[in-house]
């Protein structure tokens, strides 16, 4: 069975609360949807805005290999002819070798929204099908709240279609507009649907029961042709059916090819990249494509996936271009750890006494705030540092942080100064001003050490997060510390838990140095 994937992130995609891309923002969505070989790319609503026109102008640029891109609109305005109507004549105008229309399915939905007879919204959808057949290359229909209608009044949904089959729609769209149809009830509609209509098939189902996927692979199943959806489920209310889901269910569960392997293996770069252009957080728990969908923690499941990783994943990561990775903190066996080691390249046996002293370590540190999770440079100090292996570099003899403001409406200034013992046992002493009293701690401990380990001068902080672990207790409580640094080569985290933020600061400071010294192998 043929399956064709039609991608709306650029039009219902947008439609989503606090997404708004720009024509550039577009172009580059299309472009990665080409690449990865979406088969259609529902481009924007021409009759809508200036954006979606100027986009349809600039794509043809663009030179798809694979992706056609399609024109989105609606039926004719009941008091307009089609050649009057300024939204049919834009999808004309944007040239699109594909145009894509919803009209209504619903009979309340006729003679509520659009206020006309249900004779006559029959008549809209026929004979604005039949003008853009005339005018168009592939022209769809979308069958606006089909399941919905359906159950209202199924003779009269049928209707809608046999009119959308008559005006010529190459595929006729079911769409779960509003999304509460549930998978059992979407399968037994379908089959009747297929007792009237001939033309190809399509789905178009929405998030609000979370079900859209589900209801998309339903549909496949009782043989529709066309699936629209959107990457990472973006689009109006709670989204659309999600493409970064039912692309690999398709091609690995229910073995259609609508995707090359190759193209599979860009899934998680593609939701990625379509992320952080709607400029969107993480989605650490997203199906596929998220930062833990491969990730084990507890203990029994590394062991197990250490033997097979078939034991704790339905498919290997590699497929979809995501990686597994194992999590290490209070919920760890000796397994967790010695993936770390193996992952690390270190030479060390799993029965060796300092893996099972750095489980318990860990464990007492995570019983007091730490967390290993995020900071797996400082685990792997712990881990060095129980063998033996991890040289002192420097003893820290003190420090101390002032953040004082002068006057009134004036601006705080921070100032630290360290006192510490370098490698050749001297103590010294330096003080350094900062954009608050960590900067200042951060500028004060590198000015000291910077002399005996020029090779720092490469580390940069690149995130800052805090966060207070027990709430109830008020400015008594424990805060923990994470740090991100980078050298330009290599990203590391280090973690530092305390009452006191500035020690907890210096702690995960501390670790971010040392780590850098012992990576480079001083
Ligand atoms: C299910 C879906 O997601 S469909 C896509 C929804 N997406 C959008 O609405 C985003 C783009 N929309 C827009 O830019 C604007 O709404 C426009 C340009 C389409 C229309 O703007 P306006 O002319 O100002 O109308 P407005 O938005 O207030 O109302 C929509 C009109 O379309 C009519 N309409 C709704 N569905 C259809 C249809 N399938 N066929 C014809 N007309 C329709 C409504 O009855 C209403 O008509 P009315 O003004 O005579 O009451
Ligand atoms: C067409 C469309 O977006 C819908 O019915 O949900």
Redesign the pocket.
């Known amino acids: 069975m043929d399956v064709k994937l039609y991608d709306t992130t650029l039009r219902?995609g947008t439609?989503s609360e606090d997404i708004s891309f720009t024509v550039e923002d577009k172009l580059h969505v299309a472009q990665l949807l080409d690449d990865f070989g979406i088969h259609y790319i529902e481009g924007g609503?021409p009759?809508?805005?200036p954006k979606d026109i100027e986009f349809f102008h600039a794509v043809k640029k663009l030179n798809l290999k694979n992706a056609r891109i399609s024109a989105f609109g609606?039926?004719?305005?009941a008091k307009l002819t089609c050649e009057e109507d300024p939204?049919i004549q834009a999808l004309l105008e944007s040239q699109a070798p594909v145009a894509c229309i919803?009209?209504?399915t619903w009979d309340f939905h006729v003679t509520t929204?659009?206020q006309i007879s249900l004779e006559q919204n029959l008549e809209?959808i026929e004979d604005s099908l039949a003008y853009l057949k005339k005018n168009v290359e592939e022209v769809f229909y979308d069958a606006?709240h089909f399941f919905d209608g359906y159950k209202a009044n199924p003779e009269y949904a049928i209707k809608t279609l046999l009119a959308a089959q008559r005006g010529g729609a190459e595929t006729i769209v079911l769409c779960d507009?509003n999304g509460g149809t549930l998978p059992f009830e979407l399968g037994a509609i379908i089959e009747e649907v297929k007792k009237h209509i001939s033309v190809p098939l399509g789905i178009h189902c929405h998030n609000d029961s979370e079900l859209a996927v589900a209801n998309s692979i339903t549909a496949v199943k009782h043989g529709i042709t066309q699936v629209q959806g959107t990457i990472n489920g973006f689009g109006?209310r709670c989204g659309n059916a999600n493409l970064i889901s039912i692309i690999p269910n398709l091609k690995l569960k229910m073995g259609l090819d609508c995707v090359s392997d190759q193209g599979l293996r860009k899934l998680n770069h593609l939701s990625h990249s379509v992320r952080e252009l709607a400029n969107l957080g993480e989605w650490k728990n997203q199906p596929y494509t998220g930062k833990s969908a491969f990730a084990h923690k507890g203990g029994i499941h590394v062991s197990a996936i250490l033997k097979n990783p078939e034991t704790y994943e339905h498919i290997a990561p590699e497929v979809v271009g995501n990686k597994r990775r194992v999590l290490v903190s209070d919920l760890s066996g000796r397994s967790n750890i010695q993936y770390k080691i193996e992952e690390m390249g270190l030479d060390i046996d799993m029965n060796d006494p300092s893996v099972q002293e750095v489980v318990q370590k860990i464990k007492d540190l995570e019983n007091q705030g730490y967390a290993y999770e995020g900071a797996e440079a400082s685990m792997e100090l712990l881990l060095q540092k129980s063998r033996g292996n991890l040289p002192e570099y420097f003893k820290l003899r003190g420090y101390r942080v002032v953040d004082e403001r002068r006057e009134q409406d004036a601006e705080p200034i921070s100032e630290a100064t360290v006192r510490l013992e370098a490698p050749n046992n001297e103590v010294y002493h330096t003080a350094a001003m900062g954009d608050g009293p960590v900067d200042a701690l951060n500028s004060a401990l590198r000015k000291a050490l910077i002399q005996f380990y020029p090779i720092l001068d490469e580390v940069t902080l690149v995130d800052y997060k805090v966060r207070i672990l027990n709430t109830t207790v008020g400015t008594k409580a424990k805060t923990r510390v994470l740090i991100e640094s980078t050298d330009g080569k290599s990203t590391w985290s280090t973690v530092g838990v305390h009452c006191d933020i500035i020690r907890a600061s210096y702690l995960a400071l501390v670790d971010s140095i040392r780590y850098k010294l012992y990576k480079e192998k001083i």
Request: net charge neutral.
């Open positions: 219902d439609q609503w009759g809508s805005n609606s039926t004719r305005r939204n919803f009209g209504k929204a659009l809209i606006e507009t109006e």
